[in-house]
């Protein structure tokens, strides 16, 4: 169905594309030089940064990470083939059956009969990361672009709170990361100041080939307590979201300087990638696949 673009439309719209915008020089996310790669997944953030980005002007091409979670993944992979032929942006495909062997749910499933108990969402962020880190990079891109969303990092910082784990709250700002490394590839998030709703209102608006709603391996996964519970909170007490995201860019400063380390970013012994510890997340989980 075509959506009629009126006069109030119109204005969002403009709105919308401003805030991305400005949220890009407040933060200085992208310069004229940076050679920029945007992570997409087929969904509505991912999909309406990119859209942005390239209307903006940024040359930019697009990367995605096949889980092949099912029907799920069929249809965003479609559809961001579609958007990305349509709007004449490049497309890098990678897939994890053929970078790890198999899908998302098979390696779920291979640890939990060994014993290792990690929710869907945790093992895909872990694998997808390391992937995304690894091509980003392959591509000599200078900025992977993610499509984060305000709600999303207001439900990070949460999440983190909530967990007394404020160190890895401390690389949540708009350019993620404390450390600096030529093997690390800066991730930058325009829609930082851009609510859930907004996005879902623009894509729509502009009639994008997306698939709305959550993925299905994401039933049991913490953040959706806390994205409910923030949900809750926002119905009795408008702008929550945004003034915990106001809260928390007055005290990323602090947070950054207690946590800061001029040590440089590890290795992986077994695959070279950056890791906290000589054997990356990713490495552990593929080892216990054999």
Known sequence: MTTIINSKNTNFIKNFENNVKNTIYKFNLLGNKDKILVAVSGGKDSTTVLYVLNKLGYPVEAITINALIGNYSKHNLENIKTFCKEQHIKL???????????????????????????????????????????????????KLVTGHNLDDVAQSVLMNFFRNQLELSSRLGPITGLIKDKKFVARVKPLYLTTEKDVEIYSKLQNFPVKYGRCPCSSDAYRNSVRNLLNEYEQISPRTKKNIITWYLKVLPKIKDYFYTDESLRYCMKCGEPSKKDVCMACFIIEKLK
């Open 92 to 142: 890098h495909e990678i897939s994890f059956r053929k970078e790890f062997g198999y899908s998302l749910c098979y390696i779920r499933s291979v640890l939990q009969s060994k014993g290792i108990h990690l929710k869907s969402c945790t093992l895909c962020g872990v694998l997808k990361r390391y992937l995304l880190n690894k091509y980003t990079r392959k591509l000599k891109a200078t």
